[in-house]
């Protein structure tokens, strides 16, 4: 009995350790995904208020509809761009999370109570 309850204390103490692991690459991921989304938003910010100064000088409106749609294509690419580098990120947070438990399930003890009569 000893023994298996030590299997099963030290699978809980490497859970434990996996779990942790797991906790610091969640942190570190969250906080590359929360920069890069907070310097894309300051480029398109930056990108718009461009934009609509460049419109409230321009004298026609054909002017005004090219400047709209060339703003419109580099936005539209900017964001597929932005959208395939956060799908980048996120596939990578789930292997950073995944990576301290793979070889737990190896581990799994047998059960502590097996062996013993039931009462």
């Known amino acids: 009995m000893n023994i ?3 299997n099963v204390q030290g699978f809980s103490k490497d859970g434990m350790d996996a ?3 797991s906790f610091g690459a969640v942190s570190q ?3 590359a995904i929360a920069a890069e989304t907070a310097d894309f938003s300051k480029k398109s910010f930056e990108q718009g208020a461009e934009v609509l100064e460049k419109l409230l000088a321009v004298k026609s409106v054909e002017k005004a509809v090219e400047l ?3 703003y419109l294509k580099s936005s539209y690419e900017a964001f597929i761009a932005q959208s395939n ?3 980048e990120l996120y596939a990578e947070l789930a292997k950073e999370i995944y990576k301290p438990f793979e070889g737990l399930a190896g581990k799994l003890p047998t059960s502590p109570f097996m062996g013993q009569a039931s009462r």
Do not use: F, I
């Open 85 to 87: 580098r956060m799908s």
């Open 4 to 6: 298996r309850l030590d």
């Open 68 to 70: 709209q749609s060339d």
């Open 19 to 21: 779990a942790m692991k």
């Open 29 to 31: 991921s969250v906080q």
